[in-house]
């Protein structure tokens, strides 16, 4: 039987609060029977929500605060008057033990400055990074950084390549999954400096996964790796652009429907397909974006998202808890060759030297 | 009656060859009465097309080279031994004044550098960007830079700002265009040292567009503005980015048809209505992207272009080639109160001058 797993739940955060918070807790219990929850927020409006479900008795714990991290609160601010939150108590179960992971629905950059500052950052790692999965033609991707960090130097991307690999190996099973540098095309001499001398790194270097080299925007739906590795600024915005596109079809394709009665006649014949389809690329069913590179497990999840989806996101925390993910990261850092302290050099490598580096 | 245009047509470049480009070019000389073409490459091959098409009599004509830059062709050796080549002595029949635009599908980096070198930069500007249009939820709008730039400084978002607001004018018909700063989020904290600064400059200048602030990625789709402005490292990323997941969704929607019996009947009621979906996204309708900030039209068609898509690229030149569009946007400069000299300052300038300097 296999060890029982707790998450810590920022029951306050997301547009859907704390009742969109016990619907996912109640199907992540049904799915995932050694999974127990502690829930951070206000008692008053957690326990009616919890006492209307039974099946939940022995498995969720209120622990009451009546403060809450705003979505528009910046992170230094939710630093430095944020202690008693239900972000920031949730986080503090991870570090004291209680829980093997934490997951929000709230304000993304307050949760990553609290979650470094409570946890810290691996003794490997420069830095944290955002990775998420999505559908794609082939199957599904994973992508980072998705915006934790707007700068990056080829160092870090070298370690997003370490980190996203791991985290792939545990999401999908792949034992050496195949990591791409996302570039504006795919020959060695495009690009900016960093990308193309993390592209040197990555060609040279021993991983633990394949390097396939450049990969360009459209590789992304097509899945053509299992990892896109870019700086949290593309990242970002590839990630948007991509939901932003899909609900312009979504949208395009509604109107098409509607645009004859033979259409509509064509709709209804073709629904039970099409709500497949929907299902396909229902951003709920890739909810949970991980941190990575934390002493802990932290997930994102999406601050619209409904219980189904945050049911999701609790399943990828609840993975990323079993798997021992920080101590695998390590182990693949060294596994790869490459030390620690080399990787912690943020100055300028030039292209002549980076081969020597790892 | 409105004065004749001549495009310089590099009839060798794209996957369809000269056979794709004399299509284009009867497609286009039907749609624009008064347009004529100059066709530069292979007479051996592009007579016997021409010649199939009596209609085009007088208003095609060959220039002969056996010369054409390859698609693998690095711009700086395209440069060095690419004088006869099609591309250059379509260039140079703008630099002459027989033209008033050139069009290729043929390599990127190629035409971008010898467009530079041929025609050189407006004397305002200190970087040429490439901008293209799409469609949007709301219509249509464009984005700038797509890749010419993979590394840019605020000064030279600005710039893009102002070229980009100025094609819009152009293409679009829009008095006064809204412009957006692509970012990781809307707030004024967010994003890197560049975008902040742009924004602080856009934000605090007088400009001849509306600036709408920062967007991010989910609005491309939605056309929240009509002209988005980023580096071209970003830009390329999100536009290739936007059409993988428009192939994505496509895929998708082939095997929802394709799943039961039911929904084949339904695709064949729908057929008529999905064909203009398949129109409405369909990127050859949006093809031809146009370079910015030279003294000369020159634009770049997809590579893989049928014949319509051609035709589609030949009239946005046609559009900018009548429109003295580098003369208009000198004036927008001047208009917008900005120095060219302050404009071309490439050094970092601290956001707490950057409120002097616009």
Redesign the interface.
């Known amino acids: 039987m296999s060890k029982r797993i707790t998450v810590a739940l920022d029951a306050m955060g997301g547009d859907g609060g704390p009742g969109m918070v016990v619907g996912g807790v109640v199907i992540a219990c049904e799915r995932y029977p050694d999974l127990d929850v502690l829930l951070y927020g206000d008692e008053a409006r957690i326990k009616p929500l919890l006492d209307a479900q039974p099946g939940l008795k022995g498995r969720a714990e209120i622990r009451h605060t009546p403060h809450a991290i705003g979505s528009?609160d910046?992170p230094a601010q939710a630093l430095r008057r944020g202690r008693e939150s239900s972000m920031r108590l949730a986080i503090n179960a991870v570090k004291s033990g209680e829980a093997q992971g934490v997951l929000s629905a709230g304000n993304t950059g307050a949760l990553m400055a609290m979650a470094k500052f409570v946890l810290k950052t691996q003794s490997d790692i420069d830095r944290p990074a955002m990775i998420s999965f999505f559908?794609?033609?082939r199957g599904e991707s994973a992508m980072l950084d998705l915006?934790a960090n707007?700068?990056c130097d080829a160092e870090n991307l070298v370690q997003f390549a370490i980190m996203g690999a791991a985290c792939a190996r545990i999401e999908l099973g792949i034992k050496r999954p195949t990591v791409g540098l996302?570039n504006?095309?795919v020959?060695d001499?495009k690009?900016?400096?960093t990308v193309k001398l993390a592209g040197q790194m990555l060609r040279d270097g021993e991983f633990a996964f394949d390097f396939y080299g450049f990969v360009?925007?459209?590789?992304?739906?097509?899945g053509t790796v299992d990892v896109f590795v870019?700086d949290?600024?593309?990242g970002?915005?590839?990630?948007?652009?991509?939901?932003?596109?899909?609900?312009?079809?979504?949208?395009?394709?509604r109107?098409?429907?509607q645009?004859?009665l033979?259409?509509k006649?064509?709709?209804?014949?073709?629904?039970?397909?099409?709500n497949?389809?929907r299902a396909?690329?229902d951003p709920g069913a890739y909810n949970g974006a991980v941190f990575l590179g934390l002493n802990g497990v932290v997930v994102k999840s999406h601050g619209g998202t409904d219980a189904t989806g945050f049911a999701n996101a609790i399943g990828v925390a609840v993975d990323m808890a079993r798997s021992d993910f920080a101590e695998r990261i390590s182990r693949d850092l060294h596994h790869d060759g490459v030390e620690p302290e080399t990787l912690a050099i943020s100055t300028a490598v030039t292209p002549d030297t980076a081969s020597k580096v790892v």
């Open positions: 528009d910046q559908p794609t033609i915006g707007v700068k996302l504006v095309g020959e001499a690009g900016n400096e360009e925007g459209d590789h992304i739906g097509e870019t949290g600024f593309s970002n915005v590839a990630l948007k652009t991509a939901e932003g596109t899909a609900r312009l079809y979504s949208s395009f394709l109107d098409a429907f645009s004859s033979l259409s006649l064509g709709y209804l014949l073709a629904k039970p397909a099409l497949r389809l396909q690329v």
